[in-house]
């Protein structure tokens, strides 16, 4: 694809279920991003992927989140027992290398636990 | 509190020049970006600037760089309505990883 794609672009969930959120990053991108956006907030950094493997997990509120690459493309941030205090705007990033500082970012998954 | 700083809002009228300011607090940071966010669309990188410059000008865009005090400007010239948008400073916190950290955005409003 052309850009980042990231599913489902809404999400409502009750307080306590399990959700995944997806990222196809952009094609031959090594560095995949999870950043999460509160309203009127900035972008907080969540995790880092280089390839397959978490680089930097530092952001991750809790143990209830997760995230996997395991194909080094696709990504897959996890959820569990979801809290009200989860609903934001999960926002995937890609880019060529670490270093670069330019992410490409998606339009998001909004997420609403009720 | 926020580690990158921004005010929230600016109002000009089209034709008008924006300055959207921020301020940084990690001295290390080499390089500083704007990021630009449309309603309903993901962050667009704008521009950025190398720690080591002082000014950056891409067409309409000026970026000022001030280390000392560590502030970072965003001057637009001309601004036209499809410049209303929410702007995000944001600093390279670690080489190693790539890893941003977003001031909270100036939201844009250009009147006609």
């Known amino acids: 694809g052309a850009g980042v794609s990231q599913t489902p672009s809404n999400k409502v969930t009750e307080k306590g279920k399990y959700v995944e959120l997806r990222c196809d990053p952009i094609s031959g991108h090594t560095a995949l991003y999870w950043y999460r956006q509160s309203l009127g907030q900035g972008p907080e950094f969540l995790i880092y992927?280089?390839?397959?493997?978490?680089?930097?997990d530092s952001g991750l509120p809790n143990d209830r989140f997760f995230a996997v690459r395991p194909e080094g493309s696709v990504s897959t941030l996890k959820i569990q027992r979801t809290e009200r205090g989860d609903s934001a705007v999960y926002l995937c990033?890609?880019?060529?290398?670490?270093?670069?500082?330019?992410?490409?970012f998606g339009e998001g998954s909004r997420l609403t636990v009720l | 509190g926020e580690d990158v700083e921004q005010s929230l809002f600016l109002s000009v009228r089209e034709g008008d020049s924006s300055v959207i300011n921020c301020t940084y607090t990690?001295?290390?940071?080499?390089?500083l970006y704007w990021y630009k966010q449309e309603p309903g669309a993901g962050l667009q990188l704008l521009t950025y600037i190398f720690s080591n410059m002082d000014m950056k000008q891409d067409q309409r865009l000026t970026v000022l760089l001030n280390k000392k005090d560590k502030h970072l400007s965003l001057r637009i010239a001309d601004t036209q309505t499809g410049d209303s948008a929410i702007y995000f400073c944001a600093e390279i916190r670690s080489s190693n990883t790539g890893k941003l950290i977003f001031g909270q955005g100036t939201t844009l409003q250009v009147k006609p």
């Open positions: 990690d001295s290390s940071s080499t390089y």
């Open positions: 992927f280089q390839g397959t493997g978490a680089a930097d």
């Open positions: 990033a890609s880019s060529l290398g670490q270093q670069t500082g330019e992410l490409f």
